[in-house]
């Protein structure tokens, strides 16, 4: 996840009833527990953001609630929150609202921010990609749509019945080993084709 977000995440800690501080975490630290990472794109000035950030925000916790039910030392869903505010000040307001982590504002408006929209062909925002936790892939680049219809997350997290199908039926390691045979063959396709690896 380290090669998605950076080497640093951060998150808000209360120090008082009415101030909170900004906190660094390395990234693999605070992600290694996850089943699946959502990266949520959103902005303060952005009305359809604000509005879905309170569903997002309580389904956030209702999934990650069940999960700790299950005496599980996981999480079911962590959120990396890709921010498209446009000051800090906005940025800092925005994120008080929110209970998971931060890429940081820099790097949200910077080059690893516009990386992450690149690769998940984000084109508007709110945007909610999923991906699996612990090899990156990804699960669905419709959360957005996904939550308000299944607010219970009876589905969550929507993977496709083909893939769950392999992910119960064949091993991790290999599931992981063949991801990468399947990505090589595709550069090799670009290449001959005259194509930018992906």
């Known amino acids: 996840m380290a090669d998605l977000f950076g080497q640093e995440l951060h998150a808000l800690q209360l120090v008082s009833e009415t101030q909170a501080e900004l906190v660094a975490f390395?990234?693999?630290?605070?992600l290694q527990h996850a089943d699946v990472v959502g990266i949520y794109f959103s902005a303060d000035w952005c009305g359809p953001c604000?509005?879905?950030?309170?569903e997002l925000v309580s389904f956030y916790q209702k999934i990650n609630e069940k999960k700790k039910k299950k005496n599980s030392n996981t999480k079911a869903l962590e959120i990396v929150w890709i921010s498209r505010c446009?000051?800090?000040?906005?940025?800092?307001?925005?994120f008080a609202t929110m209970p998971w982590l931060a890429l940081p504002f820099e790097?949200?408006?910077?080059?690893v921010g516009e990386a992450l929209s690149n690769k998940y062909g984000v084109k508007s925002i709110p945007s909610l990609v999923l991906v699996d936790g612990k090899t990156g892939a990804v699960i669905t680049k419709d959360g957005r749509t996904k939550i308000p219809a299944d607010k219970a997350g009876v589905g969550f997290p929507w993977r496709s019945p083909v893939s769950n199908l392999a992910r119960n039926i064949v091993p991790g390691p290999i599931r992981r080993m063949l991801g990468g045979i399947k990505k090589k063959f595709i550069n090799i396709l670009r290449g001959i084709l005259g194509m930018r690896a992906i």
């Open 107 to 111: 790097d949200s408006l910077g080059s």
């Open 26 to 30: 390395g990234t693999t630290d605070v």
């Open 50 to 54: 604000r509005k879905f950030t309170p």
């Open 86 to 94: 446009k000051d800090w000040e906005s940025f800092g307001q925005y």
